[in-house]
Each structure stands twice: as structure tokens, then as C-alpha cells.
């Protein structure tokens, strides 16, 4: 079942603000001081937590959990919202005289747009058109083909769910050492690591994990919450970011930052200071709420800008930037998923 307004957790939304904010400055050109791909990554640890936890919920209400009414969810929420930018991406682009292809936009909403970038011969150009954001949502997708099902076999034994996370957790972050010592990153497709379903999918394993802990080891999770804890998550954190060596950065950084995430969440979600009062705050909780579509539409806006108002001064193109996206999320969150998620809701027995 889908989760009532009063048990949503404002701070989720406060740190899906702060992970499309991170995004989004990388991406309009404070790339060397805003880690985009950490707001990717953090994205992908709420998603595995959020989604866990709405799992449990009704697993323990129900005794099961209905596969059936997770996919219309998913689907209700994802994909209206996806169709109306891509519709608008390939106006664009069309617009512009941009070449696409067919199997681009399949790869789209076959949810391969990833390795559809890595493998294509045209990733080159892939990854600096519109619809290249995509291959975050095919991480996720490709997780959510299986998660349930391991779900529904591993929920009623948490002890053993946790041991297969972490033995998958492990058997991933070697298979990105291996890439990297192994096959050597010079060998490698560009972005075959950071957009992988295979060496990615880990960060959405560790808020699941996280989501576990919290509904079924209430006092482990009680530690968690310490302030000692929440620093070391911090120290590893930013240890993570000054590391600048190419081989940690496609290999452990991700679980560092995974571990990290796990250690600072409780704090930043649960626990009542200035932190958490800053994530509950409105406009970040809303900026939180429509960043689906900010993720999208920003990217789209972005190369339009470029192309429409090349000789644009820094301060204008990025006051442009800023307000035509954050117009374009505000109404595809109001009137397109908002709208489905309703009907999505309506249609779950």
C-alpha cells in the first residue's frame, strides 16, 4: 500500500533536494565544486530505503506483499512523466536539427538507455543529448526487475536478507576492482562504470539494507544514530570526494560512499537538529518533491539554453536555466504525476 501523507518523512524529501540540487549545479557548469554523481548516488540510497520500507510496512500489515500493485506504482509514477519529456526532448531536438534515433528512444523506455550510452557506437554524442539522463532511471529499473522477488523470499528471515545484501554489496564492489585492476579503465567503454546497472545498482542495495535495519533491528539502528557515527560517515564522505586517484574513484568510492550514507542517514532523517530542521523546511521539501521531473527537464534545459543563447553571460544563463526548469518540474509534478500516481492508486487492489 502506498504511504499516507502523515507517515511521509519530511527529511527523505529534504535529501532528494539536496541530491537534485548537487545534480543540477554540476551539470550548469560547478562541476570542479558540486559532485553531480554524488547527488546520483544519493538518489539511488533513498530510492532502496524508501522502497524497502513501504515493502515492510506492508509486509508486516498483510503478510505479504503484492508484486502486482508495486509495478503499477512504479509504472504510474515513472513513466507519465517520462513520456511528456521525451516527447519534449525529441520536439527539441528536431527543433534544433539534433539527429536521434529510434532505438534511442526504445532504449528509453526499455529502460537500457545506459548500456545503450556505454556500448552504442554514437555514445559519444549520446551522453551530451537530453535523453542521456535516462540511464540513472534504467539502474533503478533494472534493480526493481528482481528486488521484489528476493523480497518476498528473504522478508519473514531478516538476518539472512541482510547476509545476501552484503554478499552482494562485496561481490560488486570486486567486480568494479576487477574492471578497474583487471581490464584497466583505458580498455574500458566511457562511463562503463558510473552508468552500469551492474557496478551502480550497489548504492540502492545500501538503503535497502538500511530500511531492514531500522524495521527489524530497531537498537542496532539506535546506535546508528549516535553522532560519533553520523561524523564517521562524514569523515568517509568527504574522503571519498578528496580522493582524486581515477582508479579508487570508479572502484571504492562507491561503496565508501554507500557505508558512508548508511552511517549519516539516521541522523539526517530521524534525529531531531539543525540538519534535519533544514531538510523538513518547506521549499526544500518541495524542491525534494518535484525533483523526478527537475532531474529530467533540467538536462533538456540546459542544452536549449546552450544553443538558443550561446553568447549568454554566466549570471543570465543561469538565472534562465534555473527558472525554466524548476517552471517545467512545477507542472509536470502538479499536473502530470500527481495526476497518475492518483489514478495508479485507484487502480491497486
Not at 536549449?304 to 544563463?317: I, K, N, Q, W, Y
Request: hydrophobic residues 55%; contains cysteine.
Amino acid at each position: 500500500m502506498t504511504a499516507q501523507p502523515s507517515q511521509r518523512l519530511q527529511a527523505l524529501d529534504g535529501l532528494r533536494a539536496v541530491s537534485i540540487a548537487l545534480v543540477f549545479l554540476s551539470h550548469i557548469g560547478f562541476g570542479h565544486l558540486f559532485p553531480g554523481g554524488l547527488g546520483v548516488t544519493i538518489f539511488f540510497f533513498i530510492s532502496g530505503f524508501i522502497i524497502t520500507k513501504l515493502m515492510l510496512a506492508e509486509w508486516d500489515a498483510t503478510g505479504s506483499m503484492s508484486i502486482r500493485n508495486f509495478y503499477v506504482r512504479r509504472v504510474f509514477r515513472l513513466t507519465p512523466a517520462l513520456l511528456m519529456f521525451v516527447l519534449s526532448c525529441l520536439g527539441m531536438m528536431t527543433l534544433v536539427g539534433d539527429v536521434w534515433s529510434w532505438q534511442e528512444v526504445a532504449s528509453v523506455f526499455l529502460y537500457f538507455a545506459n548500456y545503450y550510452g556505454i556500448y552504442s557506437s554514437f555514445s559519444g554524442e549520446l551522453i551530451k543529448q537530453p535523453l542521456a539522463i535516462t540511464w540513472s532511471l534504467a539502474v533503478e529499473e533494472h534493480f526493481y526487475f528482481f528486488f521484489p522477488f528476493i523480497f518476498m523470499g528473504f522478508a519473514s528471515v531478516p538476518r539472512r536478507f541482510l547476509v545476501l545484501i552484503a554478499t552482494i554489496l562485496v561481490a560488486m564492489l570486486a567486480w568494479r576492482i576487477y574492471l578497474v585492476l583487471g581490464i584497466a579503465l583505458d580498455n574500458l567503454p566511457h562511463y562503463r562504470i558510473y552508468t552500469g546497472t551492474d557496478t551502480r545498482a550497489d548504492s540502492i542495495l545500501y538503503g535497502a539494507a538500511l530500511s531492514i535495519v531500522l524495521a527489524r533491528y530497531p537498537q542496532f539502528f539506535a546506535k546508528l544514530s549516535r553522532l560519533q557515527t553520523f561524523l564517521c560517515g562524514v569523515f568517509l564522505l568527504v574522503l571519498t570526494l578528496a580522493i582524486r586517484n581515477e582508479a579508487f574513484r570508479e572502484s571504492l568510492r562507491y561503496s565508501l560512499q554507500g557505508v558512508a550514507l548508511f552511517y549519516m542517514f539516521p541522523t539526517l532523517v530521524f534525529e531531531k537538529n539543525a540538519l534535519n530542521s533544514f531538510l523538513q523546511w518547506p521549499p526544500v521539501v518541495y524542491l525534494g518533491r518535484i525533483s523526478y521531473s527537475l532531474y529530467l527537464y533540467h538536462w533538456l534545459v540546459t542544452h536549449s539554453v546552450a544553443h538558443f543563447l550561446p553568447e549568454t553571460g554566466a549570471l543570465l544563463r543561469i538565472s534562465l536555466i534555473s527558472l525554466l526548469s524548476l517552471l517545467l518540474a512545477h507542472l509536470s509534478y502538479r499536473y502530470i504525476e500527481q495526476t497518475f500516481q492518483r489514478l495508479g492508486h485507484k487502480l491497486m487492489i
